[in-house]
């Protein structure tokens, strides 16, 4: 099988614009992620798909300095733009990561990859039900459900936001890496509002940066030593947090 994994970047963030681009310990938010991507073993590629249109050019011109792939497509179909992209990449199995999580651990990735490359699952995850850091959610997939997905998917919430199709199907085979859940799982390590770049900030600050990529663990134990940087961001602790339909269950 070849792996690649597929980082969804733009530059019209609703919330909060530019916001993959911001410095963060002297690097973008988005080259961290890319970085860290590229550590996910198994890994084939990692392409940064990024919408047409010149007001995304600056995206496309980091996600390039940082050694992703690019792909360009269609800023409000993101399905159609992933199925495009691992296409082009002659990708056998993707994994979705979202461009504002610059602590994506590598190791986690590559757990939830191993459950569709090596565990017989169409589609993997970490987030059914939460149980990691919000930040540390991806999801891996056959090209053949994605390519499922791109032709059957037809709700608009569907085509945006890429995976809402292959979750909700009920004849792909799902699994689902359970995290440490309790406090860890109370964590937001994702990037929306200002508030969430007061926090990044602080706590990259006690990190050691790139190439060192510090694991979840020893970043939570960071947070536990330094209670006072958690409260930052802490008002948007359920805020975007992936939502799974209840009947989604992991392979027998």
């Known amino acids: 099988m070849k792996p690649v994994i597929i980082v969804q970047a733009r530059m019209t963030s609703t919330r909060l614009p530019g916001k993959v681009l911001m410095d963060l310990a002297g690097r973008s938010v988005l080259a961290h992620t890319l970085a860290r991507c590229a550590a996910t073993p198994g890994i084939d590629a990692v392409c940064c798909a990024v919408p047409e249109g010149e007001s995304h050019d600056a995206v496309a ?71 990691w850091p919000h930040g540390l959610d991806c999801e891996a997939f056959t090209m053949a459900a994605l390519d499922r997905a791109a032709h059957e998917a037809s709700v608009p919430y569907q085509r945006e936001h890429v995976t809402p199709w292959l979750r909700g199907d009920p004849t792909l085979r799902k699994a689902n890496l359970a995290g440490p859940g309790g406090w860890a799982a109370e964590q937001r390590w994702t990037l929306d509002f200002p ?55 992991g392979i027998p």
Not at 64 to 87: C, N, Q
Not at 95 to 116: A, H, I, K
Not at 212 to 235: C, F, H, Q
């Open 195 to 249: 508030e969430d770049l007061d926090f990044f900030r602080a706590l990259f600050a006690q990190l050691p940066l790139l190439p060192a990529m510090p694991s979840t663990d020893e970043i939570l134990a960071v947070l536990r030593a330094r209670p006072d940087i958690g409260t930052l961001n802490a008002r948007y602790q359920n805020v975007s947090r992936p939502t799974m339909p209840a009947a989604v269950k």
């Open 61 to 131: 011109a980091e996600a390039r300095r940082a050694g992703a792939v690019i792909f360009r497509g269609s800023e409000h179909d993101v399905l159609d733009r992933y199925w495009k992209a691992a296409l082009t990449l002659d990708a056998e199995v993707v994994m979705r990561v979202t461009s504002d999580c610059p602590l994506t651990d590598p190791s986690v990735c590559g757990r939830v990859l191993q459950l569709v490359t090596k565990g017989g699952a169409d589609y993997a995850c970490n987030n059914m039900p939460p149980s």
